[in-house]
């Protein structure tokens, strides 16, 4: 545990303990910071602008992160745009034997496409509601 609170973090860039106590882990190879001739309530305010300064520029890193992870993201991946009369497959959740069963079932046609990325599905003669990212397009061969 101590390893991986004292590891400094790719997204933070600080490690977890420092996030939490406001300094870094103590450990046997490590140089001890001499804390003599300072007041109880010096301490306490170096401490705390120590935890505000680390929790901020944490904040920064992880939402420079989640932008640089966001842009990654977007490079490898392309919207799928489904039409009404499309033929989809529909991914099978109740695959008993993994090995054998099949992944996906269909292909079904969509009937209608609703606005929060979901369409109907006509299923066995009912219209069938479900998200598009359990669907794929069928392209005929």
């Given at each position: 545990m101590l390893a991986y609170n004292s590891a400094i973090h790719s997204t933070t860039?600080?490690?977890p303990y420092e996030l939490v106590f406001g300094t870094?882990?103590?450990v046997p190879d490590s140089v001890y910071?001499?804390?003599a001739g300072v007041?109880?309530?010096d301490y306490v305010r170096v401490l705390q602008?120590?935890?505000k300064y680390c929790r901020t520029k944490a904040i920064e890193h992880i939402q420079k992160s989640k932008v640089n992870s966001k842009a990654y993201y977007d490079t490898r991946t392309r919207p799928i745009k489904y039409k009404v009369g499309d033929l989809v497959y529909l991914k099978n959740h109740l695959r008993l034997r993994k090995a054998l069963s099949p992944i996906w079932k269909g292909p079904y046609?969509?009937?209608k496409i609703h606005g929060n990325n979901t369409a109907s599905l006509l299923i066995n003669r009912r219209h069938v509601k479900h998200h598009f990212d359990?669907?794929?397009l069928h392209t005929s061969a």
């Open positions: 860039h600080f490690s870094k882990p103590y910071e001499e804390t007041t109880y309530p602008n120590r935890l046609k969509i009937i359990e669907m794929k």
